[in-house]
Every structure is written in structure tokens, then in C-alpha cells.
């Protein structure tokens, strides 16, 4: 069983910064094997994909953050970012880690961005 805790969520203003981060740990996984994805959930709407990495390192970003966010992985540490950058309010969400395509998930941080 592997669990996610993410942390580094908060309030900040529009234009501002935040890194979130996603540590694993438990069962008897080998993190560098693992992919990771970013998804995030506003009120009232679906959960979407933010950005993911591979095992080998290739990443993928929803077009709404292309160039303003950034998804990278320390395996000796087994934990996963997501450097956000020029936040806008339309990025207030929970944000949460997944594992594995979603076989695992975190319990979600939350980030507002005020305008």
C-alpha cells in the first residue's frame, strides 16, 4: 500500500508562486518505477490532469499551464513537485498526487489565488 502526502498548498495572489510536493512512502514500492501525475479539483467541477511524469523522467502538462507550472521528481527522496508559477485565480483548487494513473491518490492541499 502506498501513501501520498502532499503538502505546500496555501493562499497566495495572482502573479505569485507555490510549490507543491507529494512524498510516498509504505508498502514495498520502488519510487523511481513509479509515474506521477498532478490532477487538481475546483468547486463544482471535474477532477482534471495537471501535469505528469514518467518513471524516466518525461512530462506532460495540461495546456492551461503550459509554461507557468512544472512537475519533477526526487527519487532519492521519493517525492514528486509541482513548481507553479504566474498563479492565476482560475488555478484555485484542491491539488492532489496520484500514483501509478490513479491506483494510489494523496488527500488533496489546497491552493486559492486571489486576484
Same mark, same amino acid.
Given at each position: 500500500?502506498?501513501?501520498?502526502?502532499? %503538502?505546500?498548498?496555501?493562499?497566495?495572489?495572482?502573479?505569485? %508562486?507555490? &510549490?507543491?510536493? *507529494?512524498?510516498?512512502?509504505?508498502?514495498? $514500492?520502488? $519510487?523511481? $518505477?513509479?509515474?506521477?501525475? /498532478?490532477? &487538481? @479539483?475546483?468547486?463544482?467541477? #471535474? &477532477?482534471?490532469?495537471?501535469?505528469?511524469?514518467? %518513471?524516466?523522467?518525461? +512530462?506532460?502538462?495540461?495546456?492551461?499551464?503550459?509554461? &507557468? $507550472?512544472?512537475? %519533477?521528481?526526487?527519487?532519492?527522496?521519493? +517525492?514528486?513537485?509541482? #513548481?507553479?508559477?504566474?498563479?492565476?485565480?482560475?488555478?484555485?483548487?484542491?491539488?492532489? *498526487?496520484?500514483?501509478?494513473?490513479?491506483?494510489? /491518490?494523496? @488527500?488533496? +492541499?489546497?491552493? +486559492?489565488?486571489?486576484?
Amino acid at each position: 500500500q502506498v501513501q501520498l502526502v502532499e %503538502s505546500g498548498g496555501g493562499l497566495v495572489q495572482a502573479g505569485g %508562486s507555490l &510549490r507543491l510536493s *507529494c512524498a510516498a512512502s509504505g508498502g514495498t $514500492f520502488i $519510487f523511481r $518505477f513509479m509515474p506521477m501525475d /498532478w490532477y &487538481r @479539483q475546483a468547486p463544482g467541477k #471535474q &477532477r482534471e490532469l495537471v501535469a505528469a511524469i514518467t %518513471s524516466g523522467g518525461s +512530462t506532460n502538462y495540461a495546456d492551461s499551464v503550459k509554461d &507557468r $507550472f512544472t512537475i %519533477s521528481r526526487d527519487n532519492a527522496k521519493n +517525492t514528486v513537485y509541482l #513548481q507553479m508559477n504566474s498563479l492565476k485565480p482560475e488555478d484555485t483548487a484542491v491539488y492532489y *498526487c496520484a500514483a501509478y494513473g490513479g491506483a494510489y /491518490w494523496g @488527500q488533496g +492541499t489546497q491552493v +486559492t489565488v486571489s486576484s
